[in-house]
C-alpha cells in the first residue's frame, strides 16, 4: 500500500472539495488566503511526479525536502509519495549545525528548497557527500540543478500518474524529531506506519469526514488530506511557534471556522493567553 493513496482516495471521490488553504500576502493588516481543491493537488502533484522521475528522483530515492508550508508543500510531498522516493523533514529550528548533521546522517541523494536553503546548502556543504540531484522551489541561482516550475512543464499531461507500488514494510519517510530533549533523532516512517497514525489519530480526535485543521506544525498536516480534512495553514514562522502573533491563528480559525488546531505548547500558551485577556 501506497501512503499516497490514502490522499488520493479523498481527490478522487470529492475533486471540488477544498483540500488546502494557504496565505499568499496581506492587505491592510490582513493575510490573504488562496485554495486549492483536491482535484488541483492531485494534478499539480501528478506533473511533479513526472519531473521528478525525469531528474531521476524515483523509487527508493532518499529526498530532503526543505520548504516552507505551503502549496508547493504538500505537492511536492504527495509527489514523492507518488513515485515511491522517500521526503527526509528536518525542522529548521534546530539551527544549521544539527540540521547539517542530520542531513549527513540521511544521506539524501536529492535536494529539494527554497533559494535560501540552497544557499546554505552550498555555503555549509550539506549533503555533499551523497547528493546528485538538486530542484529549487522559486528562481535558481549559481547551484545549477532544476526548478520546481521546470518539473511541472516536463511532467504536464491530462493523464492520472500511475503511483508506485509499494509494500506495507517499505520506507516511506524519514522524520527528524525536534531535538528538544536530546539530539535530532530520525525516524524511519513505512508506508503500514501512515497508515496506521491515520487511523490512529482519527479514532483518538474523533475527526469526522469534512473537518477543517488548523495545522501549526508543518509535518502533522501532511494526516489531514488522508483525514477528509481541509488544511488551512496559518501566516505564521513554524520554527518559532512562542513567538506567533495569535491574532493571526485566531483569524484562520474564524475565517474558515476550523474544527481542530495541532500545535506545540509554547504556541497554545501564546494563543490562549491572548484568547482570555481579550475575552475570545
Known sequence: MN????????????????????????????????????????????????????????????????????????????????????????????????LGRCLDEAEPEAFIGVPLAQAARIALGWGRRTLRTT???????????????????????????AVATTRDEDEAAILFTSGSTGPPKGVVYSHANFAAQVEAIRALGRIEHGEIDLPTFPPFALFDP???????IPDM?????GEVDPRRIIDAAEEFRATNLFGSPALLDTVGRYGVENGV
Open 3 to 98: 501512503v499516497a493513496s490514502l490522499v488520493l482516495d479523498r481527490a478522487r471521490s470529492e475533486p471540488d472539495a477544498p483540500a488546502i488553504h494557504h496565505p499568499v500576502g496581506r492587505k491592510g493588516g490582513k493575510v490573504l488566503y488562496a485554495s486549492a481543491t483536491n482535484r488541483a493537488l492531485d494534478r499539480d502533484s501528478d506533473w511533479i511526479a513526472r519531473g521528478l522521475e525525469s531528474v531521476g528522483v524515483v523509487r527508493g530515492v532518499r529526498t530532503a525536502l526543505m520548504v516552507r508550508p505551503s502549496l508547493e508543500f504538500f505537492a511536492l510531498m504527495l509527489a514523492l509519495f507518488k513515485v515511491g522516493a522517500i521526503p527526509v523533514l528536518v525542522d529548521p529550528g534546530i539551527g544549521v549545525r544539527r
Open 135 to 161: 530542484v529549487t522551489v522559486s528562481r535558481r541561482w549559481l547551484w545549477g540543478g532544476t526548478t520546481l516550475d521546470e518539473l511541472r512543464e516536463r511532467g504536464r499531461s491530462d493523464e492520472p500518474y
Open 226 to 232: 488522508a483525514l477528509g480534512m481541509t488544511a488551512v
Open 237 to 241: 514562522d513554524p520554527t518559532r511557534p
